[in-house]
């Protein structure tokens, strides 16, 4: 909770910024849209991972499915971890994952839900 907290904050200080007079709308729409989010697959919400915003060069679609770079490796998101949704307020591809150690030290994830930009 209080990671998606801290997204939450986060996203919403750049609005706040540019829009001053006009964050509280802005705060409850993200909260809204959060909240609404689950994992096609099991109907569990999203939001019991931690999120994390990516960058556009930190998330692809390649032969057939998604992949999101994490540590500096290519990792593929599980077809039932896509939400098909076009209203992503945040201008960026969002996925909800945890990691785990791999026998080598490198990072594991478990991608649960995976959420493309919206579309221009």
Known sequence: MRALLAFALALC???????????????????????????P???LSCDQFDPH??????WRYE???YQIRIANRWRDVPAPAVIDRSDNP????VAFYVGAADHDG???PLVYCFIRPAES
């Not at 945040?90 to 591809?93: E, F, L, Q, S």
């Open 13 to 39: 200080a750049g609005a706040v910024m540019a829009h001053p007079g006009n964050s509280t709308g802005r705060d409850q729409a993200l909260a809204a849209w959060i909240d609404d989010l689950q994992n």
């Open 41 to 43: 697959a099991t109907g």
């Open 53 to 58: 915003v990516l960058g556009g060069a930190d």
């Open 63 to 65: 032969g057939g499915h």
């Open 90 to 93: 945040t201008g960026n591809a």
């Open 106 to 108: 490198s990072v594991a």
